[in-house]
């Protein structure tokens, strides 16, 4: 670590901070020191415990050990209210504001005495003033976009006068064009002597945006260091434990042209839950044995998935679907499992929904240790109910039992979100596995990452229309935005 | 032999519990909220008395399933109305169930004045029904009927629909995740809880067609000391399992049994039991919370 | 009094219990907590009620009526709010509580001797010149004390819940416990002294149903009002104008009755006796898909 240089004291320190839940350990002596007036990355794989170490700073729960200093004066943080107190700020990956309100009502959260819209839209006026960040005090929540929302966020903590703003994933929910926007405004907070402590598991943006990273592995302290010091391969070393493994990339598949079609969709609209158009009068299909990607902003694939996976109708056009077709939805706990249910239960679930007659448990028990097998599920058996599993363990089993009625097409919603890099792996080549064995696979990601790592080709939803093109970075930036890279 | 007496009491008093337990059990095990075992067991009663008493001669082993049939459908009906109020509008059935028990209550009070009184005008209740329509004695000296039989033959019949059955499945697991059933399952959430809710209705009345058959031989105000209420502390302790709601009905049927007794010997009001009955449903509660592991379905579906 | 004055009085009348335990509800399920045991509140305040104005008087009697309906609350929210257990099967529970203990100790302690029972009652006191506005008048202004209460409490926790950070951080707490935590408030405090505040309440409600309208206990008294009172909170959209305005829309039908009653219809007297449970289906059935509740409403999520 670096000498502490200068009389001044950290903005934020964090010493030796331990943390269980039950039998699991979440951190183990994790340190962070963040300078005044810097932007400090926090680096880590999904798990690793980044988001439980800056609860603690928040004053979301209390550490079982270890020492928070603000402006090195040591603090014991009880509830949110004295962090908000103490300076911090805190933008949260799943916002914690509340649509049913205003954006001076959700601004006004936490306050004391009685309330006044008039001095609530007063400080926002202050804020605006000093940073340029505004809102309509009386628009509704719902309203607002995602960049609005974090927008707020931000602004409710500068309304608190936050010295130290530590935002969680800020990029996951964002396009490129407002990602950009966002760390302007955090570099010009910075440059005015305020702190960012910036959460993230992605390496491009702690290099590109900030100027120390720390790295957390399994809840521990690996390192910290200067930006400008580090490079993609040693920062993923120390994020991974190892080097970066050997990508097991097939080569790509030529042009399905000549491949059947199994899902077909013709002049097809589709709304969002909250009625506006994603989908206007599109047309598209998917071959068998290929790979489609999903890109779109803001939730616009939700839909677009759930049409396509039979789930639900779309409010105007055809759809000509194959009869069993696989759904991996974003959210297992609620929606793949259930999870008091035992995996053979859970097996038996796929095909409870027609049918009458007799369960045949003996089968379906054999059919749910195949899937344990085959897809490499640790469990000590079949009759271990689904909630005892790790995250990345009810993914493959859930990957296993909708690949096991052999559908001849296979939908998948953000398959590797909240993995680690190994489960990420075995899932992505499992999905391989089944476009090579001709399945028909559409998957939605919001990690550009992984549409371009993953895919064969990228359907891109933007402003209703679908766009087909290559699996490239750019490209696919280009049409989700609108916009035109200018080639050198 | 006093004791095989009681005990005959006992399994009498839990005839209708058993019923009525399975009755909430199924229905809180599909996530649909029931209170109104008590409505629809009065509905099954004075359906089963009105047509009771106006049968002619039949022999009784048509008249005896008719009979039962008569108070299983009003029961089904009975339901069938919050099950539509909460189909079309949303509305919770809790309240709903626990508005028609309130309407029950009345509706039999004006029955039992007005269009089935007995012939004589006298008192509020129904005529007597006769002999061959009573529900048999099984065990000689007691007052153990046929009803108890039925009872524990179909908590045996769900016990193994549940496990063995893809209609006993889908119940399940309807229940136990609503929205990964309607995901993954592809099962009609709604359409599998409004059965549920029917059938439920169903069991209820029938506990009211087999108690007027086997007990009471007529319908009056009071015919039910709370049964519909004290089933939903019978399903809870079973866990909602049918087999386990014979013993938990049994337990209770002791349980009010010796609370009238209590009464008679030392003046113990036998409200006692349902105030037991009560703090069993608590204590329940606190031990699955506190063991942390989730007793009951946990699903439940919002407001409105 | 006219006709329709009778009407109208009769309406207040049965209004002023059931506003009370709606507008104590509505505080708890802006909280995101539906308490079913609010009728078990009830039933304990009438009987407490009974007991302390048999020993102390009529204040003494709403206070103990007061006390009685916050404990079943807090009963309520040991098993509901702290140990998470399921809001309905806890407020079941307590219902039923609440109407066995209350009978068994009635029976034990006052069927033999309180068939002939009198406490002290309180007796409908008229404002000078208010009580003399045509038509409203007596209605509105010549009711037991307790019922001007209400027109104080009313506009008051109307002014509180959309004026202070304290009404603010209540309607936060229902929508998104999580979202209200991470702005600083105590979520789980918050609901807390919602349903203690909705189950005391519900007590003074039971307190009126004795001291100022029955001035006796009967076991099972309350005959459903705490779900009614559920049902009224729904129809106002939780907000106490529009629940004080679905409690006098329902007390006016069934008070209907006495409109009947004076017009001489030989109608059966168990339909009145079931109207009001009747109307309360129809009222649910009509607002369907207009009304959307708190958010986070008798769910439990991570706070």
């Known amino acids: 670590m670096d000498a502490v240089v200068g009389s001044t004291a950290p903005a934020l320190e964090l010493r030796a901070i331990t943390k269980h839940f039950g039998a699991v350990r979440a951190l183990d002596n994790a340190s962070l020191t963040v300078k005044k007036g810097t932007v400090h990355a926090l680096l880590g794989e999904n798990g690793a415990g980044k988001t439980t170490l800056m609860r603690i700073a928040f004053g979301l729960m209390s550490p079982d050990a270890g020492t928070i200093l603000i402006d090195g004066k040591a603090m014991n943080f009880r509830s949110p209210l004295q962090a908000i107190e103490a300076g911090l700020g805190m933008v949260h990956q799943e916002f914690s504001l509340i649509p049913a309100l205003s954006v001076a009502e959700n601004v006004a959260l936490g306050g004391r005495g009685s309330y006044s819209f008039e001095k609530i839209a007063a400080r926002l006026e202050e804020v605006s003033r000093r940073t340029g960040l505004w809102l309509d005090p009386a628009a509704g929540v719902s309203k607002l976009s995602n960049a609005e929302r974090q927008k707020l966020e931000i602004i409710r903590s500068f309304s608190h006068n936050a010295r130290i703003l530590i935002l969680d994933e800020p990029t996951t929910a964002l396009a490129s064009l407002d990602v950009q926007e966002l760390f302007s405004q955090l570099r010009a907070f910075a440059s005015d002597g305020g702190s960012v402590v910036l959460i993230t598991h992605k390496l491009r943006d702690a290099i590109d945006n900030a100027d120390e990273v720390t790295v957390l592995r399994s809840g521990s302290f690996v390192m910290t260091a200067h930006t400008r010091d580090s490079s993609v391969a040693s920062l993923s070393e120390a994020t991974l434990g190892t080097s970066l493994p050997a990508v097991n990339r097939r080569p790509r598949v030529a042009t399905v042209t000549g491949s059947r079609s199994v899902i077909s969709m013709r002049r097809v609209s589709i709304r969002d839950e909250r009625g506006t158009i994603v989908i206007n009068n599109a047309s598209t299909e998917v071959h068998a044995g290929e790979i489609v990607g999903v890109a779109a902003l803001e939730g616009a694939a939700a839909g677009f998935l759930r049409v396509l996976s039979g789930r639900i109708q779309p409010d105007a056009g055809e759809v000509s679907l194959p009869e069993v077709i696989g759904f991996v939805p974003e959210n297992r706990h609620d929606d793949a499992l259930i999870p008091t249910f035992t995996l053979t239960e859970n097996v038996a679930l796929r095909s409870a929904g027609s049918g009458r007659g007799l369960i045949d448990w003996t089968q379906i028990r054999q059919l749910a240790q195949s899937i344990v097998d085959s897809f490499d599920v640790r469990t000590p058996d079949v009759q271990t109910t689904a909630a005892e599993l790790s995250g990345g363990n009810q993914q493959r089993f859930v990957l296993g039992r909708e690949l096991s009625g052999h559908p001849a097409a296979l939908v998948l919603e953000n398959p590797t979100q909240g993995l680690d890099v190994n489960a990420a792996t075995a899932i992505h080549s499992k999905i391989r596995a089944a476009r090579d064995a001709g399945t028909a696979v559409v998957f939605y990601s919001s990690d550009l990452d992984e549409l371009v790592e993953l895919a064969d080709r990228v359907l891109v939803i933007q402003s209703g229309t679908i766009t087909s093109v290559n699996p490239e970075r750019e490209r696919i930036g280009e049409v989700l935005l609108a916009t035109k890279t200018t080639r050198p | 032999m006093i004791e095989y007496i009681l005990l005959g009491d006992a399994l009498v008093r839990a005839t209708p519990l058993i019923l009525t337990g399975l009755a909430v059990a199924l229905a809180f095990r599909a996530g649909v909220f029931n209170i109104g075992a008590e409505g629809q067991l009065l509905v099954g009663a004075a359906a089963s008395a009105a047509v009771g008493t106006r049968l002619g001669a039949i022999p009784s082993v048509i008249s005896i399933p008719l009979l039962l049939l008569a108070g299983a459908v009003a029961g089904g009906i009975w339901a069938g109305i919050a099950a539509e109020l909460r189909r079309r509008f949303a509305v919770l059935e809790i309240i709903s169930t626990i508005m028609l028990n309130f309407i029950a209550i009345h509706a039999v009070s004006f029955l039992v004045r007005g269009p089935l009184q007995e012939p004589t005008g006298i008192y509020p209740q129904t005529e007597s029904l006769s002999d061959i329509l009573q529900l048999p004695i099984i065990a000689r000296g007691t007052r153990l009927h046929l009803g108890f039989v039925i009872a524990v033959v179909l908590a045996c019949v769900l016990a193994w629909t549940y496990r063995y059955t893809t209609m006993g499945f889908r119940v399940r697991a309807v229940g136990a995740g609503r929205r990964a059933a309607a995901s993954a399952g592809n099962i009609n959430v709604e359409r599998t809880s409004y059965r549920v809710f029917l059938l439920s209705g169903a069991l209820a009345g029938l506990a009211g067609s087999v108690e007027v058959g086997g007990v009471t031989f007529a319908l009056y105000e009071n015919i039910s000391p709370g049964y519909g209420y004290t089933a939903i502390a019978v399903a809870l302790i079973a866990g909602l399992r049918p087999l386990a709601v014979i013993g938990s009905g049994i337990f209770f049927g002791i349980l009010e049994t010796g609370a009238t007794a209590l009464q008679r010997e030392f003046g113990i009001p036998s409200s006692t039991a349902s105030l037991i009955e009560a703090l069993l449903i608590l204590v329940v509660l606190g031990v699955g919370k506190t063991r942390g592991a989730a007793l009951l379905p946990t699903w439940r579906r919002g407001f409105a | ?303």
Do not use: C
Request: hydrophobic content about 55%.
């Open chain 3, 1 to 303: 009094m006219s006709t329709l004055e009778t009407f109208l009085e009769g309406t207040i009348r049965t209004a002023t219990p059931l506003a009370f335990a709606a507008i104590g509800e509505t505080v708890a399920e802006r909280a995101g907590v539906i308490n079913i045991g609010l009728e078990g509140a009830i039933i304990a305040g009438a009987f407490g009620a009974f007991v302390g104005a048999g020993i102390g008087g009529i204040w003494s009697g709403y206070a103990v009526a007061g006390i009685s309906g916050f404990t079943m609350a807090a009963i309520f929210a040991l098993f509901a709010v702290r140990l998470r257990a399921d809001q309905i099967i806890a407020g079941t529970a307590v219902s039923l509580l609440a109407l066995g203990l209350t009978a068994t100790l009635y029976r034990q302690f006052f069927s033999v001797t309180g068939a002939g029972l009198t406490i002290p009652t309180m007796a409908s006191r008229e404002i000078p010149g208010l009580s003399g506005i045509p038509v409203i008048g007596q209605a509105l202004f010549a009711q037991p004390p307790i019922t001007y209460l209400l027109y104080v409490v009313i506009p008051a926790l109307w002014w509180w819940m959309y004026r202070t950070h304290a009404g603010l951080a209540l309607r936060a707490v229902g929508e998104s416990p999580r979202a209200a935590t991470a702005a600083g408030i105590s979520s789980t405090k918050v609901q807390l002294l919602a349903v203690l505040f909705g189950g005391f309440m519900g007590g003074i409600a039971g307190g009126v149903l004795v001291i100022a309208q029955a001035g006796t206990f009967a076991e099972g008294m309350s005959a459903g009002r705490g779900f009614i009172a559920i049902a009224i909170v729904v129809l106002g959209r939780w907000h106490p104008i529009g629940v004080a305005a679905a409690a006098l829309t329902f007390a006016a039908a069934s008070a209907l009755q006495y409109l009947f009653q004076a017009m001489g219809w030989a109608i059966p007297y168990q339909i009145f006796l079931g109207l009001p449970y009747v109307v309360t289906l129809l009222a649910l059935a009509g607002v369907a898909g207009k009304v959307s509740a708190p958010a986070s409403l008798g769910r439990w999520k991570r706070v």
